[in-house]
């Protein structure tokens, strides 16, 4: 099972090679390559996988998965 997370992006970075991004994941900041979402813009919320942007989400769609997930890492911390 593969997993994406949302995230907001912060800054666009423009690299010879790669088109990235400094992305915000309630909190945790990362570099992401946005190579397949090319017109994803600051302050719009991207779908990340292993470092790459796969498409871009609206930011209740966003919240409401990272909402769950937090609550699953609530009910792991239970266990």
């Known amino acids: ?9 912060e800054e ?3 690299d ?3 088109l ?17 979402t090319p ?15 796969l498409s871009i989400v609206d930011e209740i769609e966003a919240k409401a998965t990272l909402d769950a997930l937090n609550q699953m890492k609530g009910i792991e911390d239970e266990l």
């Open 1 to 9: 099972m593969c997993l994406a997370i949302p995230g907001l992006v």
């Open 20 to 36: 990235a991004a400094r992305v915000n994941f309630n909190g945790v900041k990362r570099r992401v390559c946005l190579n397949f």
């Open 39 to 53: 017109q994803a813009k600051v302050g719009e919320y991207v779908l990340v996988h292993v470092g790459f942007a």
């Open 12 to 14: 666009i970075i423009e």
């Open 16 to 18: 010879q090679d790669m």
